[in-house]
């Protein structure tokens, strides 16, 4: 046991056989339940579960309370997303390294879907988590810059509601803002 | 339903600000909210902090009579200034609402206009071409603001 004392944070596994956890030391690799807008419980360690500042608060507000955290704004998928990104986020904590904790955020952006990202916005917002929100926007950013209004509109889920003369009184005025744009 | 129809203003607006001022413009014509978001001058001001290098915009009266331009400026430090630009006889005639930026060129037949920063001299220039061309003989007019020197310099 000693080699997993000195490594707690190494143990990710979400669930663990409940006749292990009485070998445990306090300390090690504690665990928080966290439950979902749709009724999943994710057991996190508890290293990663302060990294989203809602729920810190909510236990330093009643620090005995709950095994389980109600999260009643965060759906399960991108949920898992966030915590993915969280629990990368904690290795550079220990040991900072700006190059490559750059090229890990680009990493984890370049794999999501357009839906993946805009899912998790609202999320990261929720629980109050600035890092991902800086990357998740200038991800977004990063898509959309060389779009057309088409694409950005269905990137957004946006509905039209210009009638045909006002948006091409728009296009009209600022044309060369029209030009040299991506293919769709 | 997409999951980004739902997106909060705050949240739509805090990717808008990372954009440049080119597809901000295209984007004013997404939907109603976003327009009035783009063109507000709460954003405009942001926009400008965020970004210190694209410290000139132009505004403009939104769907209004008046294409009087005023110009606004963030520093360095945040600092911000607004002023209207002195009147010139061309300056009704420049047809540049919404936003613009720095070393950005809009062109509006038969008038073109470019800003710019002008890193020798430390200043800002708005230029003011118009075309005015007949038969095949050339004539073009140009007039340039500084803003340093606050005022229109009329060429030829």
Known sequence: MSSSAENPTLTTEITKPSTEIATETAQSAKKINLKTSDDQIFEVEESVAMEFATVKSFFEDAPSSTDTVPLPNVPAKPFSQVIEFCKEQIKFKANPDETEKKKSNSEFVKEKTNEDLVEMIPVANYLEIKDLLDVLNQAVADRIQNRSVEYVRSFFGIDNDFTSEEEALLREEHAWAFEDVDED | ?156
């Not at chain 2, 630009?85 to 509006?108: D, E, F, K, Q, T």
């Open chain 2, 1 to 156: 339903m997409p999951a980004g129809s739902c997106l909060p203003e705050d949240m739509i607006k805090e990717t808008l600000l990372r954009l440049p001022v080119q597809s901000l413009l295209r984007f004013q014509a997404v939907c109603k909210r976003w327009l009035a978001l783009i063109t507000s001058s709460n954003f405009i001001l942001t926009h400008c902090k965020h970004r210190p290098k694209h410290s000139i915009m132009l505004t403009n009266t939104w769907f209004g009579e008046n294409y009087g331009i005023s110009m606004l400026e963030a520093d360095a430090t945040g600092k911000l200034d607004h002023r209207n630009l002195p009147s010139s006889p061309m300056n009704n005639a420049v047809n540049c609402r919404g936003i613009g930026s720095s070393n950005a060129l809009g062109n509006y037949p038969p008038r073109t206009f470019g800003f710019g920063f002008v890193p020798e001299i430390n200043d800002y220039r708005l230029l003011i071409v118009d075309d005015a061309s007949l038969e095949g003989h050339l004539n073009l007019r140009a007039v340039v603001y500084t803003l340093i020197e606050h005022r229109f310099l009329e060429g030829s």
